[in-house]
Each structure stands twice: as structure tokens, then as C-alpha cells.
């Protein structure tokens, strides 16, 4: 049996093209309808989201960029964002084939979660 390359966009994850560090690594956000791919660096949502590095995959709830969405939300705010209360670690390590991806996203329970954002105006 041949087993198929694991690509995020096959369980229902859209690639996000911003330049992220490390940019060797790729990232990916769970899709959902009430999100608009067109706005880049939208650092606010809270949502599922997925990097890749190589077979190596990081799978958590919370904000893309931490650092970002931290500034942010301290200048609208007045406080900072804790990594403790806002990124939910669900998976790492190694993924290599579309079989085996199926099963862990299946395993961890966020398929369906709907997408929400940090702050009163959220």
C-alpha cells in the first residue's frame, strides 16, 4: 500500500501565507466560513492552527502568533497576553503520511471548533 504525503489541507486546514519566522516552517489555520483568508496578519483570532516543518507538526488552539497578537491586545488593553491562558497545545511530533494525520486530527477532538477573537469586541 502506498501512503500518501500529509498535506493540512486535506483534514480542512488553509495554508497562511504571511512570512512567519521561522520561514522554513509552514503554517496552516483550520478553515471555518466566517473566516476571510483575504485579511493577512490578522493576529486577534483564536482558532486551531498547525505548522509544519518538514513531517515535524505542531497542532494548538489559540492565536497564530503570540508575540503579535500580545502587543496588540496591551495597546488596545493595557495588559499582556500569558502563553499559559492563550495557546492550548494539542499535538507535536512526526506526521508523516495523509493516513496518519487522519487519525490524529480525528484523536484530538477540534475538528469542529468555530473560531472566535481575543478581546470584549470579540
Known amino acids: ?59 494548538w488552539v489559540g492565536v497564530l502568533e503570540l508575540h503579535a497578537a500580545s502587543e496588540i491586545y496591551e495597546r488596545k488593553y493595557g495588559f499582556e497576553l500569558s502563553y499559559e491562558q492563550h495557546h492550548d497545545l494539542h499535538f507535536k511530533g512526526h506526521i508523516r503520511s495523509k493516513e496518519a494525520g487522519e487519525v490524529i486530527w480525528d484523536a484530538l477532538g477540534v475538528k469542529g471548533y468555530t473560531p472566535g477573537y481575543l478581546g470584549p469586541d470579540g
Not at 25 to 45: A, C, F, G, T
Not at 50 to 59: E, P, R
Open 1 to 59: 500500500m502506498t501512503k500518501t504525503t500529509f498535506n493540512p489541507t486535506d483534514i480542512g486546514f488553509f495554508h497562511r501565507r504571511e512570512n512567519l519566522y521561522p520561514p522554513e516552517v509552514e503554517y496552516y489555520e483550520l478553515d471555518h466560513p466566517d473566516i476571510d483568508k483575504s485579511i493577512q496578519n490578522d493576529w486577534m483570532r483564536y482558532n486551531v492552527f498547525l505548522s509544519k516543518d518538514g513531517a515535524y507538526v505542531t497542532i
